[in-house]
């Protein structure tokens, strides 16, 4: 009896393999806008997210009660200043961020993880990337958003301070300059200390470690500065107090306010940086401000990998 054999289905060609289907998808006719265009929408979105902005309800909290914290100072010496006719500002321009750097450090400590951390965390950064964005772009966009989010924070309560004298009739000549003056001083400080939170930042994708390591940093420095500042003057040793104000954010903005923007030195018995020891201040400043940037590319070009 013969047994049927099943039929063999012929061999595939290549042409029979290939589907076209039509999903709906449309061609885009828009504008290509490039990579300047994605940087600043970075940057806008960065500096928008450095207040909460386009964010929760409880995103906004911190940075609008700390820019709160910054200005209500400066509207109580205006308050007073024009209340009793005083010939001058009860605190220099140059003088209100040292004292305020408390809530400085703070907030670049909030601020700084919130920018970069977050992207870490959850490997966004190589998506950056695959645009036509490159790390330079990126480091930028980060970089600036936060050091203009700060001047922002810095630069608010001089503004109220300004204004006040203004309205309390003191000297514009004199004003002007010392307005001029501190902006040029929160400028500085806003780019030393966004640089050297998102340097910390970026080491770890906890957002919670990043806030307690740059708190870490910029406490202790401080700390540890003004300590060895007191006892070298205690011990009469008053030459060395300028030397050591360079190892820490703060006081080195001090140093180089003092030395070159007419401030007053924040130093034990006010002993500040001479000509000679502002240069070196300066291009310490500008020196950390270059490598922080420079370790923000490095690590960048190995996350984005």
């Known amino acids: 009896m013969a047994v049927e054999q099943p039929l063999q289905p012929a061999a595939a060609t290549p042409g029979d393999q290939t589907r076209i289907h039509n999903i709906g998808y449309r061609n885009y006719?828009?504008?290509?806008?490039?990579?300047?265009?994605?940087?600043?929408?970075?940057?806008?979105?960065?500096?928008?997210?450095?207040?909460?902005?386009?964010?929760?309800?409880?995103?906004?909290?911190?940075?609008?009660?700390?820019?709160?914290?910054?200005?209500?100072?400066?509207?109580?010496?205006?308050?007073?200043?024009?209340?009793?006719?005083?010939?001058?500002?009860?605190?220099?321009?140059?003088?209100?961020?040292?004292?305020?750097?408390?809530?400085?450090?703070?907030?670049?400590?909030?601020?700084?993880?919130?920018?970069?951390?977050?992207?870490?965390?959850?490997?966004?950064?190589?998506?950056?990337?695959?645009?036509?964005?490159?790390?330079?772009?990126?480091?930028?966009?980060?970089?600036?958003?936060?050091?203009?989010?700060?001047?922002?924070?810095?630069?608010?309560?001089?503004?109220?301070?300004?204004?006040?004298?203004?309205?309390?009739?003191?000297?514009?000549?004199?004003?002007?300059?010392?307005?001029?003056?501190?902006?040029?001083?929160?400028?500085?400080?806003?780019?030393?200390?966004?640089?050297?939170?998102?340097?910390?930042?970026?080491v770890t994708p906890r957002r919670g470690f990043g806030i307690a390591a740059v708190i870490a940093v910029m406490t202790i420095s401080y700390g540890a500065v003004s300590t060895l500042q007191a006892i070298a003057d205690a011990q009469g040793s008053s030459g060395a107090i300028p030397w050591i104000g360079l190892f820490s954010p703060v006081t080195l903005i001090d140093g180089v306010q003092s030395a070159f923007l007419g401030a007053s030195s924040a130093f034990p018995g006010e002993v500040g940086p001479s000509n000679g020891q502002g240069v070196v201040y300066v291009l310490v400043l500008l020196g950390l401000i270059a490598a922080c940037y420079g370790l923000l590319l490095r690590r960048y070009r190995k996350v984005g990998l």
């Open 29 to 202: 006719d828009g504008p290509r806008l490039g990579r300047s265009y994605a940087t600043r929408s970075l940057y806008s979105q960065s500096l928008r997210g450095a207040y909460g902005l386009g964010r929760s309800v409880k995103s906004k909290v911190l940075p609008m009660l700390l820019f709160v914290v910054m200005c209500v100072p400066a509207l109580i010496m205006v308050a007073v200043a024009v209340a009793t006719k005083l010939k001058d500002l009860p605190v220099d321009y140059t003088r209100y961020a040292i004292i305020m750097q408390a809530v400085i450090s703070l907030y670049v400590a909030s601020q700084a993880p919130q920018s970069v951390s977050r992207d870490l965390r959850f490997k966004t950064v190589p998506l950056y990337f695959s645009r036509p964005i490159e790390t330079a772009d990126y480091v930028r966009a980060k970089y600036a958003a936060l050091a203009s989010a700060m001047f922002i924070l810095t630069a608010a309560p001089l503004v109220v301070l300004y204004v006040g004298a203004l309205l309390a009739k003191l000297d514009f000549a004199d004003q002007t300059k010392g307005f001029g003056q501190g902006l040029v001083s929160v400028a500085l400080l806003s780019l030393l200390f966004a640089g050297i939170g998102l340097v910390i930042a970026s």
